[in-house]
């Protein structure tokens, strides 16, 4: 079990304020739209840094997941039906912030036959509409492993399909809610083979400080490039309360670039995000360009 009192916040983990009038801006955008971001409902530490770029990681299907993770600050529980409006909202906010790079990611909906695959290729699809030129990253569940909903999905041509695996497989059954390591890769496998000829890359994730060995996060790494997955991101674990699963340790911005080091050289991805504060679509833009 992990520690459940780590040592204080380090320096590096604390983040600037700064950036209030055009937070503020696109909060009211956001609003007025009726939309939700995932910036806010999974309390991301970037917030600030990314709205003040006018950068926003949408959040669709509701606001309301029907799992109940424990590293997760989402809500949980029923969530409402579904708005067949949001795509064309979150297309508009796409034009009204001129974004050139956009992220749709999604609570999961086990409630829904598809798990919200149509929603999601009916939102990549209104976003081309608004502007062909603009990146898509489309970050989905794992649809409880229905490999068709997955295709739904890719027929709607993203640049990036981006499935965590959040941690390693040991820490899976108690951190992950409904979900295992298996199904994720095979989701991962199967949008690497299906999306190839598509032009999508695929994209996963990975939170360290969750108690994980070495051996375990390279095994991870290993099981992640066999599954096709070119792009990683590696980010701090922050336990949203002390109600979800505790800190095991802090690691020092140096372990994190040695991690990057390790997965590009050693495994072979071909773009690595990592860093304490890193998580799933931070830097998105520049790691599909890179």
């Given at each position: 079990?992990?520690?459940?009192?780590?040592?204080?916040?380090?320096?590096?983990?604390?983040?600037?304020?700064?950036?209030?009038?055009?937070?503020?801006?696109?909060?009211?955008?956001?609003?007025?739209?009726?939309?939700?971001?995932?910036?806010?409902?999974?309390?991301?530490?970037?917030?600030?840094?990314?709205?003040?770029?006018?950068?926003?990681?949408?959040?669709?299907?509701?606001?309301?997941?029907?799992?109940?993770?424990?590293?997760?600050?989402?809500?949980?529980?029923?969530?409402?039906?579904?708005?067949?409006?949001?795509?064309?909202?979150?297309?508009?906010?796409?034009?009204?912030?001129?974004?050139?790079?956009?992220?749709?990611?999604?609570v999961t909906r086990d409630d829904?036959?598809?798990?919200?695959?149509?929603?999601?290729?009916?939102?990549?699809?209104?976003?081309?509409?608004?502007?062909?030129t603009v990146g898509i990253e489309?970050?989905?569940?794992?649809?409880?492993?229905?490999?068709?909903?997955?295709?739904?999905?890719?027929?709607?041509?993203?640049?990036?399909?981006?499935?965590?695996?959040?941690?390693?497989?040991?820490?899976?059954?108690?951190?992950?809610?409904?979900?295992?390591?298996?199904?994720?890769?095979?989701?991962?496998?199967?949008?690497?083979?299906?999306?190839?000829?598509?032009?999508?890359?695929?994209?996963?994730?990975?939170?360290?400080?969750?108690?994980?060995?070495?051996?375990e996060l390279r095994q991870a790494?290993?099981?992640?490039?066999?599954?096709?997955?070119?792009?990683?991101?590696?980010?701090?674990?922050?336990?949203?309360?002390?109600?979800?699963?505790?800190?095991?340790?802090?690691?020092?911005?140096?372990?994190?670039?040695?991690?990057?080091?390790?997965?590009?050289?050693?495994?072979?991805?071909?773009?690595?995000?990592?860093?304490?504060?890193?998580?799933?679509?931070?830097?998105?833009?520049?790691?599909?360009?890179?």
């Amino acid at each position: 079990m992990p520690n459940p009192k780590p040592e204080r916040l380090p320096e590096w983990l604390k983040v600037s304020l700064d950036g209030a009038k055009p937070r503020n801006e696109v909060r009211r955008l956001l609003r007025s739209l009726k939309l939700h971001t995932v910036c806010e409902g999974a309390r991301c530490p970037n917030l600030c840094e990314c709205w003040q770029r006018k950068a926003a990681t949408f959040l669709v299907l509701g606001d309301t997941c029907t799992r109940n993770c424990r590293f997760c600050a989402v809500n949980h529980g029923r969530p409402q039906p579904v708005d067949p409006e949001e795509p064309a909202r979150v297309a508009e906010a796409v034009r009204r912030l001129g974004l050139r790079f956009v992220v749709v990611t999604c609570v999961t909906r086990d409630d829904l036959p598809d798990g919200g695959a149509a929603h999601l290729a009916a939102t990549i699809r209104a976003i081309r509409e608004v502007d062909p030129t603009v990146g898509i990253e489309i970050l989905p569940s794992d649809f409880n492993g229905d490999l068709a909903a997955a295709d739904t999905v890719l027929a709607a041509r993203p640049d990036v399909f981006n499935h965590n695996l959040e941690t390693v497989a040991r820490l899976t059954p108690q951190v992950r809610s409904l979900a295992t390591y298996e199904r994720s890769l095979a989701v991962l496998a199967h949008a690497s083979r299906q999306g190839e000829p598509l032009g999508v890359q695929t994209k996963s994730g990975l939170m360290l400080g969750m108690g994980e060995t070495a051996d375990e996060l390279r095994q991870a790494l290993a099981d992640l490039r066999r599954a096709g997955v070119r792009i990683l991101t590696l980010g701090q674990y922050l336990p949203p309360s002390p109600e979800h699963w505790p800190l095991d340790r802090y690691l020092e911005p140096a372990e994190f670039a040695e991690w990057e080091r390790i997965a590009r050289e050693e495994y072979g991805f071909a773009a690595v995000v990592s860093g304490p504060l890193v998580r799933s679509s931070y830097l998105a833009e520049l790691a599909a360009r890179e």
